[in-house]
T-cell receptor
Framework: GAGVSQTPSNKVTEKGKYVELRCDPI?????LYWYRQSLGQGPEFLIY????????DSGLPNDRFFAVRPEGSVSTLKIQRTERGDSAVYLC?????????????FGSGTRLTVV | RKEVEQDPGPFNVPEGATVAFNCTYS??????FFWYRQDCRKEPKLLMS???SGNEDGRFTAQLNRASQYISLLIRDSKLSDSATYLC????????????FGQGTTLQVKP
């Protein structure tokens, strides 16, 4: 597609449940980033993939959060045992590479609400 | 202390006003600097890159002061359509290209 696609756009889940959030980057973009944005805050870095491998996962808040990108294209962010504090907008961005002059394109995000 | 700090505002200004936003960053090894714009319930979009020499794009002027670790954005002749949140963004010293965002400054331009 022309842009970064994230699904679902909205997800409501009960505390304790497992959720998966999907990101489909721009074709050919090797770099993929996940961010989390809470209300009134800027996006916070979670994890970065270069190809299939997670090159930097220093932003994942705890071991309930995990992300994969098995074929170097689509990525899935997985959250186990969701908590109310996980409620946020989860943003995905992709880029041709990890240099700033390549530019970044963000998806429109998945709004996760844990009730 | 947050790595990138901004005054969250909100800034409420009349149409035609000039408004300035400031941002400071803590990592002196930071390499690249940007301003992003985010409309309500939308994703962030690049407004402009920021260079040490200063750069201008129409009504928007960005400045970087590396010695003071300070970034600014000036908007002249504000339009109603400028109402948004403006995010100061830095790429740190790592080689992963990850963006580090400030909290954002909210601008509301009123008729």
């Amino acid at each position: 597609g022309a842009g970064v696609s994230q699904t679902p756009s909205n997800k409501v889940t009960e505390k304790g449940k497992y959720v998966e959030l999907r990101c489909d980057p721009i074709s050919g973009h090797t770099a993929l980033y996940w961010y989390r944005q809470s209300l009134g805050q800027g996006p916070e870095f979670l994890i970065y993939f270069q190809g299939t491998g997670a090159a930097d996962d220093s932003g994942l808040p705890n071991d309930r959060f995990f992300a994969v990108r098995p074929e170097g294209s689509v990525s899935t962010l997985k959250i186990q045992r969701t908590e109310r504090g996980d409620s946020a907008v989860y943003l995905c961005a992709s880029s041709l590479g990890d240099r700033p002059n390549y530019g970044y394109t963000f998806g429109s995000g998945t709004r996760l609400t844990v009730v | 202390r947050k790595e990138v700090e901004q005054d969250p505002g909100p800034f409420n200004v009349p149409e035609g006003a000039t408004v300035a936003f400031n941002c400071t960053y803590s990592n002196s090894a930071s390499q690249s600097f940007f301003w992003y714009r985010q409309d309500c319930r939308k994703e962030p979009k690049l407004l402009m890159s920021v260079y040490s020499s200063g750069n201008e794009d129409g009504r928007f002027t960005a400045q970087l002061n590396r010695a003071s670790q300070y970034i600014s954005l000036l908007i002249r002749d504000s339009k109603l359509s400028d109402s948004a949140t403006y995010l100061c963004v830095v790429i740190g010293s790592s080689n992963t290209g990850k963006l580090i965002f400030g909290q954002g400054t909210t601008l509301q331009v009123k008729p």
